[in-house]
Each structure stands twice: as C-alpha cells, then as structure tokens.
C-alpha cells in the first residue's frame, strides 16, 4: 500500500521552511512520467458561510519530479522563479475563485499543496535552496514573524502521477480551515468532512486541555504541539513520563511488533528498544519532539524494515497505546488517547471529523486512521471549504 509517508520525498527535500507535514513528493519516476502530462478538474467549493468568493484565494504549489512549481490559473505549471517576486519580494501565485458558485480549475501531474486563503492573500517568497535552485518558502502558520501568521490559511496535500491521485487533508501543522476533500474515480470517497459545529468545538477543547491550551491562536488556528515546542506554547518533555513508563514496561516483557515484513520481538536493554526478527533493529529512546515530529529516534527509513516499525512505534506512543499492550500495532480506536499524558490535539481532531479519521501527526496512517485517500483511475477531485 502506498502510504503518505512513502511520498513524503523529494518536493519536501527541495522546498525551503518546509512544514513537517511536509508536501507530497513525487514517486514512480516522477509526477510527470513520460510523455505529455494528464490533468484532471479540480473543484473548489466554498461552504464556509464566513467568506464570500471575492476573499478566498487558492494556492497550486510544489514539485514536478525535477523542479519547483506552481499552477496557473489557466491551469498550466509554471517552474518557480526568482524573477516572480514583486515589489514587495513575495510572489503572487494567487488563483481567485470564480464569482460565484464552484470553480473548476485544471490539475496537471505533480505533487504538492493546495493552499487556501481567506480574508487575505498569502505571501510566499521564491528564494535559493541550498543548491542554489529556485524554491518557495512556504507558509509557516506558527511561526509569528512568519509574514502569513495573520491570515487565515489551511491546505490539502497530493500526489497526482501517471499511477493515480493520493491526497489527503492534514493538521500535521496546524488546523484552521475546516476542508474536504472528494475524489472520484475507481470509486468515490470522501476524506476530511466534519461534523456540524466541530472547528469550534476543537478550539474550545484544546483552549480547556491543561498544556494545550496556548496551542490556540485567537479563532486563528490551533498550532500541533510538535511545533508549539519551537513557539514556546508547548512543553518540550510533555511525553517524558509516559516514554519513562514504556521503557519500564519493557525492560521485563517482550514487545511485539508485526508489519508486512512480520513479527518482531523487543525488549528494552542498555536504554535502546532492541528487536529481533526479519531484521536486527534497535531505537533510542525518544525525545517528547521524537514522538510529536516522528522523527529522529523514531525516524523511519523507506527501506520496508525499520521504517515500518518505527511508524508503529510513533503511532502507539502518540496514541499512548504502548504501555498498555505488548502487541502492535492496535486497531481498536476506542483505546487511543488514554489518560492526561497523551495527544490531546490529535484525540480532539479524531473526534472533530465525521468518520473518525484526521491527520493529526505524521504516523497517524498506521492502521487506516488518516484522512488520506487514493485512486488508480481519478477522473476528478474536489476541495470544499466546509461551514465554520
């Protein structure tokens, strides 16, 4: 199965302040593959009740397999340049919405975000990365000198090659515009919708959550707390004690965990997470951003092996469902989010969407629990600003 993670490559390499959620990279030689490229209607709707067409503003951004990019209005993509900054040093990438009602747009093969802006437009800068290829750096909504912390934005991610559509909408990052996304094809499915009432209900969750409630910007956004660390709005040793108790747990016991490559054993000795199996393996044991950012102890390689594991690990600790069962990964929902050590932003997004599923940290794919969705045979895929 093609996962986020596994797209999670080359767009995300080249694009500079790249958030963690990072955009969809090419896969498969390429978004582009070989000979012209397909494209395929993208629909935005607005149901925000909030925002006229007049104030919304859409953003096609991110990698063609070789280089940069954006979508024109006309569809087209255009490689990002330096020359496209303005006066003001910030490009404008902007696509308005149509007047009124749906507006159909064109989406070429490619891999990246589809921004939203309300209320304002959105300030990217075409800079060097650090081969000195032109490059965007992309909004960072919880960064305040960010020159976009003011404005009202959200995005969904994709990767549209010549072997199908694989979209998703995340809070990765942040959540602040409620979207959904729909994709038809094969099949027609939904991914991201809320229930009636849910943007607000999370903020006011997250506002009475002790050591979440300075994630909350204003009705802005709420920040992850993974970058909340670097805001200050977020303690940096929050998941300290539940990883304490976990290394405790399996200093005596074995721990299991089964992937595609099969079943491997652990137990906790010299303070690594030491396993056996299909593979030799063996994890550190990880910092609170570790377990937020799923990476550096618990990064996990596109190798088949490691990675894997290291996703199911990511997965129980942020679901803080790893003390508590000796045999990973869990599937069983109604478990996840246990006692006051644990994701609350994560468990409040979980229970904010209509199907139970959200992307609210970067292994939230193990098991099937992400707003994410994919088709071999797209024929459209539509993004709905959904009711505040």
């Not at 199965?1 to 790249?18: S, Y």
């Not at 200093?251 to 652990?266: E, I, M, P």
């Not at 599923?357 to 459209?380: L, M, R, T």
Request: hydrophobic share 35%; with cysteine.
């Amino acid at each position: 199965m093609i996962t986020r993670r596994n797209l999670l490559r080359t767009a995300a390499a080249a694009a500079v302040a790249t958030p963690a959620a990072a955009v969809l990279a090419a896969q498969a030689g390429g978004a582009t593959g070989g000979g012209k490229a397909a494209a395929m209607p993208l629909r935005i709707v607005n149901r925000t009740g909030a925002y006229d067409n007049a104030s919304i503003h859409v953003y096609i951004v991110g990698n063609d397999g070789t280089r940069q990019v954006r979508v024109t209005p006309e569809g087209e993509l255009a490689p990002v340049s330096l020359s496209d900054n303005g006066a003001d040093g910030y490009t404008d990438y902007a696509i308005p919405l149509s007047a009124s009602g749906e507006t159909t747009l064109t989406l070429p093969r490619m891999s990246g975000r589809i921004y939203t802006a309300l209320g304002g437009k959105l300030r990217m800068k075409a800079v060097e990365d650090g081969d000195g290829k032109p490059a965007l750096a992309y909004p960072a909504g919880w960064v305040e000198s960010d020159p976009n912390f003011e404005v009202l934005h959200d995005a969904a991610e994709f990767t549209y090659n010549e072997s199908g559509m694989y979209c998703n909408t995340t809070m990765v990052d942040m959540f602040s515009v409620p979207l959904s996304l729909r994709l038809q094809g094969q099949k027609d499915q939904e991914a991201g919708t809320l229930k009636d009432g849910a943007r607000d209900q999370v903020f006011e969750t997250l506002r009475g959550t002790e050591g979440f409630d300075r994630l909350v910007i204003g009705d802005r956004r709420v920040l992850a707390p993974s970058h909340g660390i670097g805001a200050g709005r977020f303690a940096g040793d929050y998941f300290d004690p539940y990883v304490d108790q976990v290394w405790e747990t399996y200093q005596g016991k074995d721990l299991t965990v089964s992937t595609d490559a099969g079943r491997f054993t652990g137990r906790v000795r010299g303070g690594k997470l030491a396993f056996t199996g299909p593979g030799e393996l063996s994890f550190d044991r990880p910092s609170t951003s570790d377990v937020l950012f799923c990476h550096g102890a618990l990064q996990a390689p596109n190798d088949g092996v490691q990675g894997p594991v290291a996703a199911v690990l990511g997965a129980a600790l942020n679901r803080t469902t790893l003390a508590a069962h000796a045999d990973q990964p869990t599937d069983d929902p109604s478990g996840f989010y246990g006692g006051k050590i644990t994701h609350h932003y994560a468990k409040a997004l979980h229970a904010a969407t209509t199907d139970g599923k959200a992307y609210g940290f970067a292994f939230d794919d193990v098991g099937g629990f992400a707003s994410y969705i994919e088709d071999g045979a797209p024929s459209s895929v539509t993004l709905t600003l959904t009711p505040f």
